[in-house]
């Protein structure tokens, strides 16, 4: 068999079998057309390198790509992944440590807790990375081969085809005006961890001491029962505070609106954080006991002190946070 046949054999083998009968005759003629009358093994390479690969050759053949997601969808598709995985993998922490305080009875020292969540979060995030990266990659599989279009020019995000118009809708971003991908995960996951101490607090903040098993949980910090009456005020907070880096997440940078936004939540936080500390009730009776032995003070000391360290650091980092925000916001 000459190379001809067998670049022939090449190119219909991966076609439907109805076709390759039609598309041999078609490719064969095309190939004798293109060679010299007195042609040479030399002249017959030279054609089917014009010619391409045979892969190449027979994809244009088919009616559907043979490749999972071609550059038409592939950049919306990345643009989209990067964008749906941080949620994603913060919604399952947050599930996850909803799931595991429920059933949490006090009985671990807070070390294995952390320990525990820390395992099984890696494991929950990789399962949830595989599960969007599955059912996007399916989505836009299907996209691809529904899609009847020859055009293989790539789409913008708004699955369109780019004009240099859209360059005008591209903002440029300084860098340090730039709002990362990390630093939207790493917020998102600060809300979910101080939510699950808030409303778990009776079993996680406390004094703990050494023992022969490892750390003994000896007494709570505070009174569960005085944190859970502010709860409808501090999910509003929390559902505040997410929908803010969501907004961050898209936006990608800040703006005077952001920074706007950013100080409302850190003034009202600041304003409920005070509010919740200054309940004489707060800290329960056993710790505040148990402090007053350890630093030889009175109650009224030992929480003048704690309350009002704690007032002025939450304060001072409210006012880091909200000055950075304008900054941010300022910078052309």
Do not use: C
Not at 62 to 74: C, E, V
Not at 108 to 134: D, K, M, P, T, Y
Request: charge should be neutral.
């Amino acid at each position: 068999m000459n190379l001809i046949e067998i670049y022939i054999q090449e190119v219909t083998r991966r076609l439907p079998e109805k076709n390759r009968e039609d598309i041999a005759l078609e490719l064969r003629s095309t190939i004798e057309d293109m060679l010299p009358d007195d042609y040479s093994e030399k002249d017959i390479k030279a054609v089917l390198e014009q010619l391409g690969s045979p892969v190449t050759l027979a994809s244009g053949y088919r009616d559907r790509p043979m490749y999972l997601i071609g550059p038409r969808y592939f950049d919306v598709y990345v643009t989209l992944l990067k964008m749906i995985l941080p949620i994603a993998a913060v919604i399952s922490l947050i599930s996850m440590m909803a799931e595991y305080f429920i059933g949490y009875g006090g009985e671990e020292a807070v070390i294995n807790v952390v320990l525990r969540l820390f395992g099984e979060g890696i494991w929950r995030i990789i399962e949830v990375g595989i599960q969007v990266f599955f059912w996007l990659t399916i989505v836009f599989a299907i996209l691809e081969r529904t899609d009847k279009g020859k055009d293989e020019q790539p789409l913008t995000a708004s699955l369109k085809k780019w004009t240099p118009d859209d360059l005008k809708n591209i903002p440029y971003i300084p860098k340090k005006k730039a709002i990362s991908k990390f630093e939207v995960f790493g917020g998102l996951m600060w809300t979910a961890i101080w939510a699950t101490f808030y409303f778990y607090a009776s079993h996680l903040v406390g004094v703990y001491e050494g023992g022969k098993d490892g750390l003994i949980f000896v007494t709570s910090t505070f009174n569960q029962e005085v944190l859970l009456q502010y709860w409808p005020i501090v999910v509003m907070m929390i559902a505040f505070e997410i929908a803010l880096f969501l907004y961050k997440l898209i936006k990608g940078q800040w703006t005077k609106r952001m920074a706007i936004s950013n100080a409302v939540l850190q003034i009202i936080q600041t304003i409920v954080f005070i509010i919740i500390v200054l309940n004489p009730n707060l800290l329960s009776k056993d710790f505040i006991t148990y402090m007053m032995d350890l630093f030889s003070i009175t109650a009224t000391q030992f929480k003048t002190w704690i309350v009002g360290g704690g007032i002025f650091i939450f304060i001072v980092s409210t006012a880091i946070n909200v000055v950075d925000g304008f900054r941010k916001a300022r910078i052309r």
